[in-house]
């Protein structure tokens, strides 16, 4: 069993794979946390806390017993826990305590739905177990129900808060934390992934210090700057070794994670909705449902927890018809033709692209409206009959007698001042009444929370895909929000706006993907503003970075894997010299570096030189030998480009008969040193042979000697596929 009570000491053991986590009701009343990490046999704690000297003492019959010095599973305010706590509720009369305590718990098989909300899931009930905490505020009636589910096959435990007002007044939930985990120590550093548009989720590794450190999101949406993850990492801990501890928010939008080292060296890590512009008003009967924290322990480094999200988040929070299907390799018009769209050469682009052997053509931006650059149009979404004038029924028929399927872009949660849509609704924007509305990249941004919005925008889109043969969908959000209110909603509502904007996004989303089951929808937000897990449950893959340069791409595609796998990792070879840096890269390394993720291109095909089509043809061959080892197979992160002058990784079938292994030099050095490339994850007693040669290896041979790395030209790179020799 995953979860195991012993009643006698009051102690909740959750058995998640290889790991524990351990809960004990103090004095019968108290949720405390007393274990994380290598699974353990048993679990009989005598010590729940320490005594203090100096601190308040909420129980006037034991003056040894404060909060201020125990490790808690959700930690109010205000009751001798000077820490920031995991929730704060006011109430009617402005007081913002609240004594919740112990009430009752279930255990039952399987893992429940969040209402309204994405999470992880199972396929069948004996996949998983899930704990139940019911804590109760007897004064206002207040209800928090903890949640807690450990898989049995990984060393994940994921976390959830449901609130129930069962009382006569109106409650305001001022900070609603999905998790909060207590370590009795301080010595770890935190890894996080920093950076800004067309620089995304850069590595950041750096020591706690006494106080505060928060990684978090005030956009709404989950930006840039900030991914809604965070890791502790033990002192020694490195890609192979060490004690990591992975907390992934499954959230699209405002986030903050806390970590805060108090004055008697224990760490608090709390994460969910940022508090900052936040409220939620409770009336009596209603309940708030929280976001969900999928937690990893690993004993193997940072390399195994990447493998446990990965393997996780592609086969139980992905879903539909393509979570376990070959994408199809595609074209994207934007670095190709931008604004000067036109139907001839649309169709010689798809001409040349079906040749190469490309499945896919998508249509990006300027198809609609009046849409000739980026100041206009957002909101208008009918064809633009001066650039199609058979439309995209007529466009969609063309290409799908050459034999591509037909994919298109949209950029739904938008509106351009200089649109049809705004000019009649111009009161649909997120807006304050009275203030200067900013403009970014020329568009504001629709008022979804409002139903009538909504529903304008769904009708528009499914006209659209009803009347042509599309089969792929380019969801964008390039702008965050600011002045952000709603002329729907009264005053005391407005702080409610981000997160009615996150659910209404979520049920827009789901009913485009029940309606249409068979489209394959791509995230976007500038490339990677939106990359985060809410987005993955409802579409299996997200354009990773707006940046195409295959150099920079080595820095973005190492960050976002080490939470997210390859398969959800859009990546595109594009032209040179690059559109956003400028660089020249050779053909070759922009193939590899593509292939480490959802293989397309996003070029003009038709200026190849003929030696250029030839390489693309063998590029795409390669892709579908080597796909089903980058979608399931194990990563692992060889080179670290953060710290090394090249990049190298591997992927590893399950069954470990496969490898496919790529490295990329970044600047070459006059007469270098020998170097060697040690691969990892092969079964140490099998024989493997390179692809294409004689050469033959054991297993422990290329992981203990390695391969000889020859000396390598700028940006030169080689790759090759490992098979097990029969």
């Excluded at 099998?686 to 992981?703: F, P, Q």
Aim: aromatic residues 12%; proline residues 5%; charged residues 25%.
């Amino acid at each position: 069993m995953p979860i195991i009570y012993d009643r006698d000491n009051n102690i909740f053991h959750l058995m998640a794979g290889d790991s524990s986590y351990i809960i004990k009701i103090f004095k019968n009343k108290y949720p405390v946390h007393l274990y994380w990490g290598k699974k353990l046999n048993h679990s009989h704690f005598s010590e729940a806390f320490i005594t203090s000297p100096f601190g308040p003492n909420p129980d006037p019959n034991d003056k040894s017993f404060t909060f201020d010095r125990m490790l808690l599973e959700y930690p109010s305010y205000g009751n001798s826990d000077f820490r920031h706590p995991a929730f704060q509720i006011e109430q009617e009369d402005g007081s913002r305590i609240t004594q919740i305590v112990f009430n009752n718990y279930r255990i039952y098989k399987g893992k429940p739905k969040l209402e309204g909300l994405p999470a992880t899931y199972v396929e069948t009930e004996d996949e998983a177990e899930t704990l139940e905490l019911e804590l109760i505020d007897e004064l206002i009636n207040l209800k928090v129900i903890l949640f807690y589910t450990a898989y049995n096959d990984y060393n994940v435990i994921t976390r959830s808060v449901k609130f129930i007002n069962e009382g006569n007044q109106k409650l305001k939930i001022l900070r609603a934390l999905s998790t909060c985990v207590d370590f009795d120590h301080c010595n770890f550093d935190l890894l996080h992934l920093w950076g800004s548009w067309a620089r995304e989720r850069y590595v950041e590794r750096v020591p706690l210090m006494h106080g505060i450190k928060t990684i978090e999101s005030s956009r709404g949406e989950s930006s840039h700057q900030h991914n809604p993850f965070i890791a502790l990492l033990s002192k020694d801990a490195t890609e192979k070794n060490g004690e990591v501890y992975g907390f992934s928010l499954v959230y699209s939008g405002n986030f903050a994670a806390n970590v805060e080292v108090d004055q008697f060296n224990t760490t608090r890590v709390t994460m969910g909705i940022n508090p900052f512009e936040f409220t939620w008003i409770l009336d009596k009967g209603e309940t708030f449902q929280t976001p969900e924290v999928v937690m990893v322990y690993s004993s193997q480094g940072i390399g195994e927890m990447s493998r446990t999200y990965h393997r996780l988040y592609r086969k139980r929070l992905v879903r539909g018809v393509y979570r376990d299907k070959r994408r199809p390799i595609l074209v994207n018009t934007w670095e190709a033709v931008y604004f000067n769209i036109n139907e001839e050469k649309l169709l010689s682009l798809a001409k040349e692209a079906k040749e190469l052997g490309i499945e896919l053509f998508v249509l990006d931006d300027g198809w609609f409206g009046r849409r000739d650059d980026d100041t206009s149009s957002l909101g208008d979404w009918y064809v633009d009959r001066r650039k199609l004038p058979s439309g995209l029924e007529g466009l969609g028929n063309k290409l799908k007698e050459m034999g591509l399927k037909f994919g298109l872009w949209f950029e739904p949660e938008m509106v351009s001042p200089d649109s049809e849509l705004y000019r009649k609704h111009p009161d649909w924007c997120i807006q304050i009444k009275g203030r200067t509305l900013s403009q970014c990249r020329n568009q504001y941004v629709l008022d979804i929370t409002r139903k009538e919005v909504r529903d304008e925008i769904l009708r528009m889109m499914k006209e659209i895909i009803k009347s042509a043969p599309i089969e792929y969908i380019k969801w964008d959000m390039n702008r965050p929000l600011t002045e952000v209110g709603s002329l729907a909603l009264p005053p005391e509502r407005q702080k409610e706006v981000f997160h009615r904007y996150v659910l209404a996004l979520y049920e827009m989303i789901e009913e485009l993907t029940t309606e249409f089951p068979y489209i394959l929808f791509e995230g976007c937000s500038g490339g990677g503003g939106r990359f985060d897990p809410g987005i993955l449950y409802y579409m299996p893959q997200i354009w990773t970075s707006d940046n195409t340069d295959a150099i920079e791409r080595l820095k973005i595609q190492w960050g976002t894997s080490i939470v997210y796998p390859a398969s959800t990792m859009g990546a595109h070879v594009s032209a040179v010299p690059n559109h956003q840096v400028g660089r020249i890269t050779p053909l070759k390394t922009r193939g590899y570096e593509a292939m480490s993720g959802v293989f397309g291109y996003e070029m003009d095909l038709t200026k190849l030189t003929p030696e250029e089509r030839e390489l693309v043809k063998e590029q795409i061959e390669m892709y579908k030998r080597v796909w089903h080892i980058v979608f399931e197979g194990d990563l692992y992160r060889l080179i670290n480009p953060f710290e090394e002058n090249s990049a190298s990784w591997m992927f590893v079938t399950p069954d470990k008969r496969e490898a496919f292994v790529i490295y990329v030099n970044i600047l070459a050095e006059p007469n270098p040193p020998f170097k060697k490339l040690k691969l990892e994850g092969l079964d140490p007693n099998k024989k493997y042979i390179i692809e294409g040669t004689d050469k033959e290896y054991y297993g422990d041979e290329l992981m203990n000697i390695g391969i000889n790395i020859p000396p390598m030209r700028d940006f030169d790179s080689f790759a090759f596929i490992l098979k097990e020799k029969s």
